[in-house]
């Protein structure tokens, strides 16, 4: 009897923790943090050399309207080659920028990155090199609160601003964005206390 009730306190902490990170990610998913910063972070989703995917459409999209506002002064555009591709996802995603009439001199781009990391670890490094201190972080809602966490330890002074438009709208599209994203929420968390 009492190795049962050890297994099932066990299981019953674990579905506690797995639901704890589930409401943690949703309610970070409505999070807008929109100030005046010096750059937005566009964070990567799928290119092609013939344009953007849907959903960094979108995420491009937002932050264009955070620029068009006023609230930041360049937009850095992220990702690398992906295999099949000639060009990075970071120089596509500029040339959709540039097409909505943002001006040339007001993109960067980051195009050596692969995962989420990289795309804020390096645009951290693209700031220091351009002196900028401050940036919003853009991408879908429910990729918001990982990104942030990766802002965190990259050192950047960041605010969430989750794109309206995500392309992730149904049940069907967002159970598996989120499981995805709970899945990796939880490993990062667990590699943090440990490194």
Request: hydrophobic fraction near 40%; charged fraction near 25%; aromatic fraction near 10%.
């Amino acid at each position: 009897m009492k190795k049962r009730t050890i297994i099932a306190s066990v299981i019953f902490l674990f579905l506690f923790y797995i639901l704890e990170n589930i409401i943690s990610i949703c309610a970070y998913s409505i999070r807008d943090e929109r100030c005046e910063a010096d750059v937005v972070i566009v964070l990567g989703a799928a290119a092609y050399d013939r344009g953007v995917s849907p959903v960094y459409r979108e995420r491009l999209n937002h932050g264009i309207c955070l620029y068009q506002q006023g609230l930041v002064k360049k937009i850095i555009v992220t990702g690398g080659v992906a295999k099949g591709n000639k060009h990075s996802d970071a120089y596509s995603a500029k040339e959709y920028v540039l097409n909505q009439g943002v001006p040339k001199e007001d993109i960067l781009m980051e195009e050596a990155s692969v995962i989420t990391q990289e795309n804020l670890e390096n645009s951290k490094a693209l700031m220091e090199k351009n002196g900028y201190q401050t940036a919003i972080v853009v991408s879908d809602p429910l990729h918001m609160k990982r990104a942030m966490l990766l802002a965190e330890d990259a050192g950047m002074k960041a605010y969430s601003s989750p794109t309206p438009t995500t392309m992730y709208r149904s049940l069907k599209t967002k159970l598996p964005f989120l499981t995805r994203e709970l899945f990796y929420c939880v490993g990062y968390k667990w590699y943090r206390i440990f490194h």
